[in-house]
């Protein structure tokens, strides 16, 4: 259906698509990364964004730049850097705070200070999400955020949000952890002084420290098979007693095939432990 509809419109916008599918078809060749990346629409809409500029820059169609990919080094590493543009939200898929909130939690032994990790947190909104969580659970607690986008560690560290930004988050969290100045939301001063964020690229090294929860979503589709799967095994062995790895639920199949162990935490939610722990 959904492939249906994007393929319909003239020649022009048949043309475009096609053009899309040869770029993602050229990712999956080169990193392995097409297959994963052929379904969100946004993927599609930036790929097509990058073709139309090469096109214009070489007097090309798009479906011409995307015939040449092979070939074009440059015009591959655009889109690849397109793709690592970070698309976040905050409270993004409830069903796994809530999960967090009313089964992880309850289960850790209450005096145990939480440490938390945002494995590729683009611009922080996981990273005070789970903060948010944790403080209004009364728990004691720090939460590390990790992106290889300097721009995005920046901006998560001024932890300055539009209005829109928030729009999931449950109004009780906007109320008690962000202040409204000048139009725009800050993230107040008691979360962020036990919420941290490092520029780090996760392929080179991952954050050490007994992590009970770890958040490695809408990550993997950013990362070749071989190394995704070797950045997840290694946070999941950063893991302490008791920890788990959230991702997102299209990316389970890809944890499982990297030989993590899957947990269910309920009947929607399902995380993950290092092997053998
Ligand atoms: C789509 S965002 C996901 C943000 C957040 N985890 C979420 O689900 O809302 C993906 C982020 O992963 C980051 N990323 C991609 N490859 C990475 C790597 N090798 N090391 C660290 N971060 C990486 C990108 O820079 C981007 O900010």
Excluded at 30 to 58: D, Q
Excluded at 150 to 163: D, F, K, M, N, Q
Excluded at 224 to 242: F, I, N, T, Y
Aim: with cysteine.
């Amino acid at each position: 259906m959904a492939r249906s509809s994007r393929a319909g419109g003239g020649p022009a916008a048949r043309s475009a698509q096609r053009a899309v599918d040869l770029a993602l078809a050229e990712l999956q060749r080169r990193f392995g990364l097409g297959r994963s990346l052929a379904a969100p629409g946004w993927v599609r809409e930036r790929v097509l964004a990058v073709l139309s500029a090469v096109a214009a820059r070489h007097g090309v169609s798009p479906l011409a730049a995307a015939e040449r990919l092979r070939d074009d080094r440059e015009a591959i590493e655009e889109i690849v850097s397109a793709l690592r543009v970070g698309e976040t939200r905050f409270y993004r898929d409830p069903i796994i705070w809530e999960a967090i909130s009313a089964s992880v939690l309850p289960r850790l032994p209450p005096d145990l200070p939480i440490a938390g990790l945002s494995a590729g947190c683009s611009t922080g909104e996981e990273a005070y999400t789970l903060a948010m969580v944790l403080a209004s659970a009364g728990r004691r607690f720090s939460v590390l955020g990790v992106d290889r986008a300097a721009p995005a560690i920046e901006a998560a560290r001024e932890g300055v949000y539009s209005a829109e930004a928030v729009d999931q988050l449950p109004p009780s969290f906007v109320q008690r952890y962000c202040e409204e100045k000048g139009g725009a939301l800050h993230v107040g001063q008691q979360l962020r002084e036990v919420v941290s964020f490092e520029v780090c690229d996760l392929v080179h090294a991952v954050p050490s420290g007994g992590f009970q929860i770890i958040f490695f979503k809408n990550v993997l589709l950013y990362l070749a098979e071989p190394a995704g799967d070797a950045v997840a095994r290694r946070l999941a062995a950063e893991l302490g007693p008791g920890g788990l790895l959230f991702s997102a639920a299209s990316e389970a199949p890809r944890l499982c095939g990297a030989g993590l162990t899957p947990v269910k935490v309920n009947a929607h939610v399902t995380a993950f432990r290092a092997p053998g722990a």
